[in-house]
C-alpha cells in the first residue's frame, strides 16, 4: 500500500515542500512507493514555490483509513493531523517542533525530532550522501522550506546549519538568496484575495494555557499595513471563528518581516490580560507592538500564560 506523507492542516511552505521532499527520497533512492498529500490548501508563499518550480500541488485529504501506512512531517501533534490519524498506520514522524505525546503508533517507529528551524533541513541530513542525487525541483522546495521557517534568517530558530544547508543549496541552483526570499515573502504578503475567516485560520495552531483553548494565528508580511488596516473586521470575526473551531479565543499575531516586530490584535479583555502577562507590556489600544517577537515557536507560544 502506497505511503502518505503529509504536515500539518493549513500547510505554510515546510509543511507543502517536507512532504513532497521525502516522498521523492522514498520513491526515487529508497525504492518505495509514497505519496505527498496535504491537509488543507497551501498558502499564499506555499502556492508561489509550488507554481515558481513548475510543480502540481498535492491532493488534498481531509482524513486518513485505519492501517493507513503514514509518515508526518512538521508536526508530531494529533490536533494538527487528521481526525483518525490514531487508528493509521504511522511509520515514520520527522520533525522540528516540541513533543506533543498525543499520537498513537501501531508499534515502534522511526522519530526524528531535532532542534532546528526547518524540517527540511533535518531531512537533508537524514539523506546524507543522497542529496547529491536530488533535482534541481527538491533542492529549490529545500531552500524554500529553510527560506520560509527562518524568515530568511531572521527567526530566533535559524541555526548556522539551517543557514549553512540553504547557503549550499542556492549555490547549487545559482539562486540569489536575498532575491528569492523577497518573491517569497512578496507573496506571502498578498492576502487580498482572503476572506477574515481565512486570514485567521491560514497558518494557525491550537493551544491551550491554563485550561483555555487558543488559536494562535500568525500572518507573516513584509506589507503589515495590509492585514492591520482590516483589523476591525478580524476583530469582528475572531468570535465566529472561535465558536466553530471549538476555541475559546482567536489570538492574531501580524509579524513585520523587515522590521522584525509583532503587532497582536486586542479584541477584549481575555486577550488584553493575556498579552500583558505574556510579553510585560501595557495595552492601551486595540493593538499592542512586540518588539523582536517574530516565531511563534520560540517567542510566542512557550510565553503564553493568563
Known sequence: ????????????????????????????????????????????????????????????????????????????????????????????????????????????????????????????????????????????????????????????TTTAHDREVAENLAHELGISIPDYAAEMFAAKSDVSAFSDAELLRMDSKEYEVDGTKFRVSVLETTMPSIPLDRKDSLMATMETVAQEDGVDQVLLFVVDILNEEATLLVPNDLVKRLAEKSFAVEVTGDTVVLPGVVSRKKQIIPNLKL
Open 1 to 156: 500500500m502506497t505511503t502518505l506523507v503529509f504536515g500539518h492542516k493549513s500547510p505554510d511552505t515546510d509543511a507543502t515542500g517536507s512532504p513532497l521532499i521525502w516522498a521523492w527520497y522514498i520513491n526515487e533512492v529508497r525504492g518505495g512507493e509514497a505519496e505527498a498529500v496535504l491537509l488543507g490548501a497551501p498558502n499564499t508563499e506555499a502556492a508561489f514555490v509550488l507554481k515558481r518550480w513548475g510543480l502540481e500541488t498535492p491532493r488534498i485529504i481531509t482524513d486518513v483509513e485505519a492501517d493507513q501506512p503514514c509518515i508526518v512531517v512538521d508536526t508530531n501533534n494529533a490536533a494538527e493531523l487528521p481526525p483518525s490519524i490514531n487508528s493509521a498506520d504511522i511509520r515514520q514522524i520527522i520533525d522540528h517542533h516540541k513533543l506533543a505525546g498525543n499520537l498513537e503508533t501501531k508499534g515502534p517507529i522511526d522519530v526524528t525530532i531535532r532542534p532546528m528551524a526547518c524540517t527540511a533541513t533535518i531531512m537533508y541530513d537524514l539523506m546524507g550522501d543522497d542529496t547529491a542525487k536530488m533535482p534541481d525541483w527538491v533542492r529549490s522546495l529545500a531552500l524554500s522550506c529553510i527560506l520560509s521557517d527562518t524568515l530568511e534568517f531572521r527567526s530566533p
